[in-house]
């Protein structure tokens, strides 16, 4: 949902110039920006296309409103150029602790899946704590120029991550805490990447690209934060007890068969 620009109208001739731009996107090694004039209309688009081979985004958004109940209040996000991947990791601070903690996870879970950074291009606001991990990596470093924010294609990841993840905060039991929040990012993320096109396979989504087939048979999905009864073993429960809690559906359990994980009400876990 993001509001139209005023006084634009699309007309034959822009039309056109948006065919021959996406043209020289195929190309893969366009100009940085193709920009296309039509009357008083100026149409421009970042072409971000880079034929460097591990080539990955990464940025910060502002903090999430609320707190969870993790103590996690910000959304590292990674853009990964070459299977046209978003991968997000809930932070706690800014600080270079935590900063550094989320290079190393996304670095670690990239080498799992063969997919190796080479260059990292960030923000000018990367310090030095930051430079020196990707750098002890063996991992190019490349700092974007000031107030362009189209050169980092992580801004766009952020975006689209955004709009995913709103949408699915949207349609959460009403009385789901929204504390939880920080739980939901690995489904938002899993479902926003099947939607992904990968760059280096048309044929595959950017998740199959990084984790192979998914199948729903094994591991079914549900909507996030929908709300749920826990079925409790016999074993477990007192003789007339119910035979199910109360909790909150929070994502798949992807080492196990048709499970996933939730939040219990009574025991906070």
């Known amino acids: ?80 150029y070459e299977v046209n991947a978003i991968l997000v990791r809930p932070m706690k601070s800014r600080s270079d602790a935590c900063m550094v903690a989320a290079y190393k996870d996304i670095y670690e879970y990239l080498k799992s899946v063969n997919q190796k950074p080479t260059l990292n291009v960030t923000d000018n606001e990367a310090s030095k704590a930051v430079q020196a991990y990707i750098k002890s990596k063996d991992v190019d470093w490349q700092l974007v120029e000031p107030d362009n924010h189209r050169v980092n294609a992580a801004e766009r990841a952020i975006q689209m991550f955004k709009n995913q993840f709103l949408a699915s905060l949207a349609t959460v039991d009403t009385q789901f805490p929204l504390q939880l929040w920080c739980y939901l990012l690995i489904q ?9 096109i990968s760059r280096s ?55 196990h068969y048709r499970y996933g994980h939730y939040f219990i009400t009574h025991t906070r876990a």
């Open 1 to 80: 949902m993001h509001k139209n620009c005023k006084g634009f109208r699309l007309t034959k001739g822009t039309a056109q110039a948006i065919k021959d731009a996406r043209l020289d996107l195929a190309d893969m090694n366009p100009p940085q920006q193709v920009c296309a004039a039509q009357e008083r209309n100026v149409v421009c688009y970042a072409a971000l296309a880079d034929t460097n081979k591990g080539t990955v985004y990464t940025d910060l958004p502002g903090p999430f409103p609320t707190r969870s109940i993790r103590n996690m209040q910000y959304i590292f996000v990674c853009y990964v």
């Open 188 to 196: 938002a993320e899993m479902t926003l990447n099947m939607l992904r």
């Open 201 to 255: 396979d048309p044929s595959k989504s950017a998740y199959e690209a990084l984790e192979g087939k998914f199948d729903y048979n094994r591991t079914p999905l549900a909507p996030s934060g929908t709300k749920a009864l826990i079925y409790k073993a016999a074993a477990r429960r007192a003789s007339w007890a119910p035979h199910a809690v109360d909790g909150w559906y929070l994502g798949p359990a992807m080492k």
